[in-house]
């Protein structure tokens, strides 16, 4: 069992940055590949980016694409994803995510496959 907790959510102006944290529990963090999603008022739960177990693969929505990186500290059991050039449509609900198929070694986009949530941090951009 895993267990996942966001933080750094909040308010920030277009054109702003934040950088969010998902803080796992448990001893086989490197295993598990994670992913941020996001979710709008409204609209499905939407992949954002995902990194492998050991940090050596990442992939991206095109939607953030060169604004958004994704990282992971596994001695600290943290997972990051830092924001930049914000926009008003990145405004949602992100959630991390532990995926525990493949040991980690695979990025995975689709929602379903993932085992593990958090609770979610809102982040709202204003204009």
């Known amino acids: 069992q895993v267990q996942l907790n966001e933080s750094g959510g909040g308010l920030v102006q277009a054109g702003g940055s934040l950088r969010l944290s998902c803080a796992a529990s448990?001893?086989?963090?490197?295993?598990?590949?994670m992913g941020w999603f996001r979710q709008a008022p409204g609209k499905e739960r939407d992949f954002v980016a995902g990194?492998?177990?050991?940090?050596?693969?990442?992939y991206y929505s095109d939607s953030v694409k060169g604004r958004f990186t994704i990282s992971r500290d596994n001695a600290k059991n943290t997972v990051y994803l830092q924001m930049n050039s914000l926009k008003p449509e990145d405004t949602a609900v992100y959630y991390c995510a532990a995926d525990r198929s493949f040991r980690g070694g695979v990025v995975r986009i689709l929602d379903r496959v993932y085992d593990y949530w958090g609770q979610g941090t809102q982040v709202t951009v204003s204009s």
């Open positions: 990194i492998s177990g050991s940090g050596g693969s990442t």
């Open positions: 448990g001893r086989t963090f490197s295993t598990y590949a």
